[in-house]
């Protein structure tokens, strides 16, 4: 298995350090290289030729597995080939040339503005709606990412007062975005309740029923319980509401580089693909046209 190949670990271990990796792209590396091993079978992987690697990617496709899937696994095995020929002798990178089967490009699903106003007009019946609403309204007026929200402290990070919130994102990269009115009423109102759930000395600003950091998973069971009494007939995950900001906020503005600069995308045609996306027009600059940002 390539898990046991001493290329991998330190491949692996060089992405943390150097690259600061975080563990859910740690994760995704070693998984699409045990792949690699297993379809390599017992032959060693600096031994591996284009052609092996041309007969694993059909093998993957007639196995079912989608184009994207196969796409990133090659991916990562190129990357890895070349921090392999970075560091001892290697003749060729037997993924250079290697490509993947074309694939359609989805388009990133969002919500209509109107499907936001159905999701976050709802009220707080209790505690742990009023931590949801705050998190949900956060999601929509900021973009931010799954893993950003959650790792969010009640000490740092979040500024009521100016109106903005500053989140670390992938690669440890530091950004700073607008908090809508909308989300500064709801975590406000949050925060004012929070220490009836935290336990004491909990930093996290979104806390479980148990008193202590909530979990991604939480948040995704809880976005869905809170769809489906909404009565919105489909599922909607905490990503989908990034796009729906990102989209909204596009049309709003036409400003395709401050919408890269605040969703932290690192390439601008990560950003471009919300360009396609056709949705109502909204009005022209954020704090006046963002759904939940205008004030009323």
Not at 88 to 112: H, I
Not at 244 to 251: E, I, K, R, V, Y
Request: glycine share 8%; proline share 4%; charged share 25%.
């Amino acid at each position: 298995m390539a898990a046991a190949d001493p290329g991998v670990s330190g491949f692996l271990a060089a992405l943390a350090h150097e690259r600061k990796a975080s563990a859910h792209t740690l994760d995704a590396y070693r998984r699409d290289l045990e792949a690699l091993g297993h379809l390599a079978a017992d032959r060693p992987l600096a031994a591996l030729a284009p052609a092996d690697i041309r007969r694993f990617v059909m093998q993957l496709n007639s196995r079912g597995q989608s184009a994207r899937s196969i796409a990133r696994k090659l991916s990562a095995w190129r990357s890895f080939y070349r921090w392999l020929g970075s560091g001892r002798p290697l003749l060729q990178n037997p993924c250079q040339g290697v490509r993947p089967p074309r694939s359609r490009r989805d388009l990133p699903k969002a919500l209509t503005v109107g499907q936001i106003a159905a999701l976050l007009d709802k009220s707080a019946d209790d505690l742990l709606e009023l931590r949801d609403k705050a998190m949900f309204e956060l999601f929509y007026s900021s973009g931010l990412r799954l893993a950003e929200l959650v790792s969010l402290d009640c000490g740092g990070g979040l500024d009521l007062l100016g109106g903005e919130v500053t989140v670390t994102g992938k690669r440890d990269k530091t950004r700073v975005v607008p908090l809508g009115t909308k989300a500064h009423a709801a975590i406000a109102a949050w925060q004012g309740q929070r220490a009836a759930l935290a336990l004491p000395g909990e930093r996290a600003l979104f806390v479980s029923r148990r008193g202590t950091r909530i979990s991604p998973r939480a948040v995704e069971l809880r976005l869905a319980r809170w769809v489906e009494r909404q009565g919105l007939g489909q599922h909607v995950h905490p990503h989908m509401l990034r796009h729906s900001f990102a989209s909204h906020l596009l049309q709003s503005s036409g400003d395709l580089r401050a919408v890269q600069e605040m969703l932290g995308h690192a390439s601008i045609s990560t950003t471009q693909v919300y360009t396609h996306l056709d949705y109502q027009h909204l009005a022209r600059v954020y704090d006046s046209a963002h759904p939940r940002a205008k004030k009323k």
